[in-house]
């Protein structure tokens, strides 16, 4: 076992797959030399050469269009898009035709590449780089959206995400980046898309997060009075309501936590599934603890803008008291 950070355990899993099958490009903004701006491809270029880590000109379009192109013709594209506020050039290019091409083409093509996108904020960065757009493409369907919380569980996914023969967004909450370090094995391993993960089993509320927001989910819990089920979806397309579904209906309650803006967050599906398969079994609503309906403020009030413990917590609260 290693000890590594969530930039590491994706740069492991990067250099076994890339040594494994050699159809896998990386291609993208400085992510050569330079290793990637958070320098999660760290001496790819040099241990693989510059025809297979790429650096590409500043256009998310043009990436994205070439990474396509280069999946259909069947080999194994990894394009980064830098900040995740970026992937609107790219837009046009992901949801309308790597999402689609499966059944525009009857299944005669499929497009299996996984776009890396670094998300989420807590790090102080500038405009369009801090925001949390999941659930925009986890609405486009023909995509897998994942988003891993922990090193460990961002290796097996980001395998299983290279190896499946459809496009992935992977998205890396850079907040967590280098936060902390986990046990992760050395060999290759895979954990299945579309499988949650329960973090903590509780018998009182029903917690449902991803990304980075689980580990703040994680710091409520500790200093809280009730007995907390925490669920880390991991995959958020396809989404596993099964496990929300289980925990609700042992619980009766239920908060979900993510940093998107509330309305039409992902929260607000969830809810609205909870409702639909477990009515019976509430005994409260279900309370959501997001970001706010606004733009992503500047550094100043990031922080104060992002789900913390003391907002969780709260949320706990009202939810056991109802």
């Known amino acids: 076992m290693a000890n590594l950070t969530l930039v590491q355990a994706i740069n492991l899993a ?4 890339m040594e494994e099958d050699d159809r896998i490009i990386l291609l993208g903004e400085d992510v050569g030399k330079n290793g990637g701006v958070f320098r999660v491809t760290e001496g790819l270029w040099q241990r693989f050469g510059g ?6 000109p500043l256009a998310e379009s ?3 269009g070439t990474s396509i192109g280069l999946a259909m013709a069947g080999l194994r594209p990894i394009p980064e898009i830098q900040f995740e506020g970026f992937l609107g050039p790219a837009y046009d290019q992901i949801c309308t035709h790597a999402a689609r091409m499966r059944t525009r083409t009857r299944g005669a093509y499929t497009v299996p590449l996984t776009i890396r996108v670094p998300v989420g904020g807590g790090i102080h960065a500038p405009e369009l780089h801090s925001d949390s757009p999941e659930t925009i493409y986890t609405h486009t369907p023909g995509l897998k959206v994942v988003m891993p919380a922990s090193p460990y569980d961002a290796k097996g996914l980001l395998i299983s995400a290279i190896r499946d023969p459809d496009p992935v ?10 936060a902390f370090r986990e046990e992760v094995p050395e060999d290759e391993y895979t954990i299945p898309i579309g499988e949650a993960r329960v973090v903590q089993e509780g018998e009182q509320i029903t917690m449902v997060s991803w990304g980075a927001s689980v580990i ?3 710091n409520a819990i500790e200093n809280c009075n009730h007995s907390v089920e925490l669920i880390d979806l991991r995959t958020i397309a396809p989404m596993d309501m099964q496990a929300i579904e289980q925990s609700v209906k042992k619980t009766g309650r239920c908060v979900v936590v993510h940093e998107a803006p509330k309305t039409l967050g992902l929260g607000a599906e969830i ?3 909870i409702m639909e398969h477990c009515f019976l079994h509430l005994e409260a609503p279900v309370q959501r603890v997001a970001g706010f309906d606004t733009i992503m403020p500047y550094y100043k009030l990031e922080l104060d803008y992002m789900p913390d413990a ?3 917590t709260k949320a706990v609260e009202e939810v056991s008291a109802y």
Not at 51 to 56: A, C, F, M, W
Not at 169 to 178: D, L, S
């Open 271 to 273: 809810a609205s599934r």
């Open 62 to 64: 043009g990436i994205l």
């Open 14 to 17: 990067l250099i076994q797959e």
């Open 310 to 312: 003391a907002r969780i």
């Open 216 to 218: 703040q989910c994680m």
């Open 51 to 56: 025809d297979r880590v790429v650096d590409s």
């Open 169 to 178: 967004i992977f998205f890396e909450p850079k907040r967590i980046y280098r």
